[in-house]
């Protein structure tokens, strides 16, 4: 524990001093001057620091492509409880023209001022959002700021579950989680206490395998109507269309909406400086594909698609124009342009003119991963176990194509390999 506390920046009060360098491991132990690792607190039991340890790392602060702060550009509202729409400026920003919109009343919040309403009396709060906006990050973003001590504070076990590990083994019991996290042994504390000081950070009640009711009688359903663990706090993500149920039962409603106007152009100036102009006007110029990138996982996928066709890094045709011009020619370009990212790690220089010119035996896997996206969609499944299908080639094979994700510690024992595309949308298309 005290080695992994060295690596993991958990959390100190500002006033705290670093420990002295010594040369000797009997007094103290060594600090890094760069960068300065932070000591969790005296007192600290090990269950909490094995939890802050699992989150610390969780989400870095730069990602990848775009090198930017995800979530410097995020916007989260306040849901009021009444089903007036007030006609605001800010509410008609919210709107997008599509099934998951919340027509309801709703403020402005920032993320800081939506963690300081919650207390240990204000229990559920519901996080509602359409596909791709962000709620998944949220999530992420929440566990590492509780694992760094700067959110909730009055809470000592913070448990972040992916619903959609669970599609095939419904929670059942406190004793299921607390297994997951190989911390079964903290069962009867949780009981006796009713759950104080604990908060379940739940990831996608519509992936869930089991729909929520307010009749159900299963022991995740009393949970989320606060009949169980009464002192415990949760928050859930969802989308709208899946927690209609459930609001009844919440003490604050929020939404992330993902990007507005302005958020679009920040990210992509700071993501590719160099070719900002010609990005915001081509969208600008195509305002149906400007239109997706308020939802912040389009505008990654046309900033890829964008940057590999501007810098000449695929072999495309050449009467082909590379920038697409249509949400279906976005999903496309972007399938395609993965497939060949695949091709290059290999070794393989192909120019690949459609999805259906794909080289055996790619071309029979690609297809096997469109049939598992069929059959989860009309199943209205978002992941499904590798022990559920029946397919000819290798994990390593479909993690590599690009296409789909393999997570091959999910399952209540972290043992069990599920599938799922990047984005509900993509497993669509």
Not at 91 to 107: A, C, H, N, Y
Not at 294 to 323: A, G, N, Q, R, W
Not at 324 to 332: A, F, M, R
Request: proline residues 5%; negative net charge; contains cysteine.
């Amino acid at each position: 524990e005290g080695i992994r506390a060295q690596y993991c920046p958990l959390y100190q009060d500002s006033s705290e001093k670093s420990l002295p360098k010594s040369d000797s491991p009997e007094k103290s132990l060594p600090i890094s001057d760069s960068p300065q690792l932070l000591l969790p607190k005296p007192g600290v039991n090990a269950s909490t620091r094995n939890l802050k340890g699992r989150y610390c790392n969780l989400m870095p602060a730069q990602v990848d492509f775009p090198p930017v702060p995800t979530f410097s550009f995020t916007n989260l509202a306040l849901i009021k409880d009444t089903t007036e729409a007030k006609k605001s400026a800010f509410f008609m920003k919210t709107i997008q023209g599509s099934l998951d919109d919340v027509i309801e009343k709703k403020m402005t919040i920032t993320y800081e001022e939506l963690f300081k309403s919650i207390s240990s009396t204000n229990k559920i709060l519901l996080l509602e959002g359409r596909p791709g906006c962000g709620k998944t990050t949220l999530t992420r973003k929440i566990s590492r700021d509780w694992g760094e001590g700067t959110i909730l504070s009055f809470v000592k076990y913070l448990f972040l579950i992916p619903l959609r590990q669970f599609y095939k083994n419904p929670i059942i019991e406190l004793n299921t989680v607390l297994s997951h996290f190989r911390m079964a042994a903290l069962e009867k504390e949780l009981l006796q206490s009713e759950g104080e000081g604990v908060c379940f950070v739940l990831d996608g009640l519509d992936e869930y395998s089991v729909k929520f009711s307010t009749q159900g009688h299963s022991w995740f359903e009393e949970l989320l109507r606060g009949e169980v663990l009464t002192s415990s706090t949760i928050i859930i993500t969802s989308r709208p269309n899946a927690s209609i149920e459930l609001r009844k039962h919440v003490h604050t409603r929020g939404e992330v909406l993902g990007f507005f106007k302005e958020q679009i152009h920040e990210y992509i100036d700071n993501g590719n400086p160099s070719k900002a102009t010609k990005i915001k006007a081509f969208l600008h110029s195509h305002q149906n594909i400007l239109h997706m990138c308020y939802i912040p996982f389009h505008l990654v996928m046309i900033m890829f698609i964008y940057d590999t066709c501007e810098e000449d890094k695929t072999p495309l045709p050449k009467s082909e124009t590379p920038l697409p011009k249509s949400e279906t020619e976005v999903y496309e370009l972007f399938t395609r342009l993965s497939l060949v990212r695949y091709y290059t790690k290999i070794g393989k220089d192909i120019v690949l003119r459609d999805l259906e010119s794909l080289p055996s035996p790619e071309c029979a896997l690609f297809r096997s991963i469109s049939k598992i996206a069929y059959d989860t969609t009309t199943n209205e499944m978002t992941s499904i176990s590798l022990h559920d299908i029946h397919i000819e080639f290798s994990v390593s094979d479909i993690a590599n194509l690009g296409i789909i994700v393999v997570d091959r510690k999910a399952g209540l024992s972290g043992g069990e390999t599920i599938l799922s595309f990047a984005h509900l949308t993509n497993q669509e298309f």
